[in-house]
């Protein structure tokens, strides 16, 4: 699977958009870009993902660049219940037995000020 | 609720003991994964299931370590003879393999302890 850069920590006030960037130079064709979140001592949370185009949930929504090589989650309204650490990953599940695995990094840490 | 389970939610034990850990996963998803996070890093891959079948194993998942899932649906993660750096928050997760992706639904996590 291809490596994701992230920043270390951001920080961002409380209703605010939050724009989370991630860089994912060697993605190949078949890789989706998968954002997850972990808030303190809980499992991680499943937010968005996508293969080419931007997507929007209730959550959030994800912005991959036309060469895919870069992607931006973004928060709209950020809470401090979004303070959390946020980790980008690309993943081959384009199907077959040998895939779906996620590899987490070490993520961008996201504290939400009042 | 039908989310992903896992009991117990914390573990104390002593080393050279054996642990069991369970994890019931969402009921319709046919494949289940095995993490484990050590404090500060992010969750690192242990092996995973596509219905009964064990399909990959990391390098991380020593000869103590055993996972089941009989009949495709809970499964269990054995740790034989603990050591002290078993000592982790191991996750479960489930997904639906086709579609669009296979997104990962997470457990809240069992903290193991090794003494």
């Known amino acids: 699977d291809a490596k994701t850069t992230q920043p270390t920590s951001m920080d961002c006030a409380e209703g605010r958009a939050a724009n989370l960037p991630c860089n994912h130079s060697?993605?190949?064709?078949?890789?989706?870009v998968y954002w997850y979140r972990q808030i303190h001592s809980q499992g991680p949370q499943y937010i968005i993902h996508?293969?080419?185009n931007n997507e929007t949930n209730e959550m959030a929504s994800l912005i991959i660049t036309e060469d895919r090589k870069s992607s931006t989650l973004i928060l709209p309204h950020a809470t401090l219940r979004d303070t959390a650490v946020y980790y980008c990953?690309?993943?081959?599940?384009?199907?077959?037995?040998?895939?779906?695995?996620?590899?987490f990094g070490q993520g961008t840490i996201l504290t939400v000020h009042p | 609720d039908t989310g992903v389970s896992q009991n117990p939610r914390h573990k104390i034990t002593k080393r050279g003991q054996n642990v069991t850990f369970r994890c019931d996963p969402i009921?319709?998803?046919?494949?289940l994964y095995w993490y484990r996070q050590t404090l500060g890093q992010g969750p690192e891959f242990l092996t995973y299931?596509?219905?009964?079948?064990?399909?990959?194993k990391s390098r991380l998942l020593s000869d103590r370590f055993s996972a089941e899932r009989p009949k495709g649906s809970f499964s269990t993660l054995e740790i034989q003879r603990t050591e002290q750096g078993d000592s982790a928050m191991y996750l479960c997760?489930?997904?639906?393999?086709?579609?669009?992706?296979?997104?990962?639904?997470f457990g809240p996590g069992t903290r193991l302890t090794v003494t």
């Open positions: 997760a489930s997904s639906l393999v086709g579609g669009r992706g296979y997104e990962q639904y």
């Open positions: 060697t993605i190949s064709g078949n890789e989706y």
């Open positions: 996508g293969l080419k």
């Open positions: 990953i690309v993943s081959n599940t384009a199907g077959g037995t040998s895939y779906g695995k996620l590899t």
């Open positions: 009921s319709e998803h046919n494949r």
């Open positions: 299931f596509q219905n009964e079948a064990q399909l990959e």
